[in-house]
């Protein structure tokens, strides 16, 4: 297939693609009727190195807890693109034996992206991490703008990233069950917290929704596996964020993983409730 270049600031409503399907079908079905998330679900925006904050937390993490770990196993939901994905293994590839990573999304037209391995992207995102992403990536189109470049993931690289088409409120189709030692879910709950990104669901319409998505994470996280949720301002509300986003994790059996927020300054980085004890 013959994919072009993605944008990284564009928004892609790809909506035709997918409202039809078993998968989307089954999302407007527990999703409490509220259509706003068939619209958001399907909208992606995304960039390298973005909120580089939880990165580096993942990393603190998966050294401290993982680092004797023959293979570990990743999962980026919402991926998008893959820009996440990507950036998420060029971060972490030196810590580990072995890295399996898996991005999925809900719309086909994202993955066929990601496959595809060829990115249009600011080269401001790109420059401060030239060392690793060269390893990485090939300028395919060098100079080609003041702002931009096109750039495509090596030939022999290119395996290193898996992208499938994923739905998270069927997890158990994508991640074998304790089969995730991190799972990020990063800058895409607002989709389910908020109508059209701005008015928050009512908590009562809320909390089933959570409940789904957050009992399903339980299951496909690994003893000490994380949930990786990022930057609170792309979660919900801040109302949302005190009552019951915390207590529908809490539910769930989560807890934050309080020793790597103090190390880190990170939030919203949560493991299973018995298991987030750590480093002081």
Not at 69 to 76: Q, V
Not at 160 to 178: M, N
Request: glycine share 8%.
């Amino acid at each position: 297939m013959n994919i072009s270049p993605v944008s990284i600031y564009s928004v892609q409503n790809s909506s035709n693609n997918n409202l039809k399907s078993p998968s989307f079908g089954h999302l407007l079905a527990e999703s409490c009727n509220i259509p706003h998330i068939a619209y958001g679900a399907l909208n992606h925006n995304t960039n390298f190195f973005r909120d580089m904050i939880d990165i580096r937390a993942i990393r603190t993490y998966v050294d401290k807890v993982f680092k004797d770990k023959n293979a570990l196993n990743i999962f980026t939901g919402a991926c998008s693109t893959g820009e996440e994905t990507w950036t998420v293994l060029m971060s972490l590839f030196d810590l580990a034996k072995k890295i399996n990573i898996t991005g999925f999304d809900i719309s086909p037209k994202a993955v066929d992206c990601a496959n595809g391995g060829c990115y249009k992207a600011l080269r401001h995102d790109v420059s401060p991490h030239l060392g690793v992403f060269n390893q990485f990536f090939d300028a395919s189109a060098p100079g080609e703008t003041f702002l931009f470049n096109t750039y495509s993931v090596k030939p022999e690289k290119k395996d290193l990233c898996k992208f499938v088409v994923g739905d998270l409120f069927k997890l158990e189709e994508t991640i074998p069950e304790a089969g995730a030692d991190v799972l990020t879910f990063r800058n895409a709950l607002y989709h389910f917290t908020t109508i059209n990104h701005l008015m928050p669901v009512p908590n009562d319409k809320l909390a089933p929704i959570l409940r789904k998505i957050f009992g399903g994470v339980n299951k496909a996280l690994s003893e000490n596996g994380i949930f990786v949720l990022g930057d609170h301002r792309n979660i919900g509300s801040v109302e949302q964020m005190r009552t019951v986003i915390p207590k529908t994790l809490e539910e769930a059996g989560f807890a934050p993983v309080g020793w790597l927020q103090k190390v880190t300054g990170c939030e919203n980085i949560w493991g299973k409730s018995k298991n987030v004890s750590g480093p002081a």
